[in-house]
């Protein structure tokens, strides 16, 4: 699934995209490149610097900040807003084979995140669900770990704990638990 992100800074707009195999963010040269209902790869990328998911992830600079992503919403306002909830189902769709019912857990809980919790996931992360660790019994990574990145959160582990949370330089934007609650009841068994 891809997903831009719009980012003011000063005087003009960036459009941003995700590598739908590497999960790095790319700033695009070319708007047109940007249709949300295709895949999109680094290998894509017009900037010749940036066609490779072997290179690091372009970082936006202190003064930009992010106006829009799929999956968030504007603070106070109420969420649960209509192309959230495309985003969140296209995306579960997509990773529909990783729903195990340890995933399904791990999707509940993040819907019913508080306001509260997102506000410290947004400065200071919180703690994954399920686990205290980011690693399943037999050493591999959560199925869940992949969805939540999709959806735009980042993870970090510190002293083997797995904390979430919001990408950086997020502007007045806030993650639309309603919208994904909403997109988690449809049914996903299909492509």
Excluded at 22 to 45: E, G, I, P, V
Aim: proline share 4%.
């Amino acid at each position: 699934m891809k997903r831009k992100r719009k980012v003011d800074c000063l005087e003009y707009s960036d459009t941003w995209i995700q590598c739908d195999a590497c999960h790095k963010w790319r700033k695009l040269a070319d708007n047109s490149m940007a249709n949300s209902s295709a895949a999109w790869f680094c290998s894509m990328n017009t900037d010749p610097l940036y066609q490779s998911c072997r290179v690091p992830e372009q970082y936006i600079q202190n003064s930009c900040k992010i106006t829009y992503l799929p999956g968030f919403h504007l603070k106070g306002t109420p969420g649960g807003e209509k192309q959230n909830v495309a985003f969140f189902t296209s995306v579960l769709k997509e990773h529909h084979s990783l729903i195990s019912a340890q995933t399904k857990k791990a999707l509940t809980w993040l819907a019913k995140i508080s306001m509260d919790k997102l506000a410290v996931m947004e400065t200071n992360g919180i703690r994954g669900p399920i686990l205290n660790n980011c690693t399943s019994s037999n050493g591999t990574l959560n199925p869940y770990h992949k969805i939540f990145q999709a959806f735009g959160l980042v993870k970090r582990v510190e002293k083997g704990v797995c904390r979430w949370f919001y990408p950086k330089n997020l502007n007045n934007l806030t993650f639309d638990v309603a919208a994904l609650g909403m997109a988690f009841c449809e049914p996903l068994d299909f492509v």
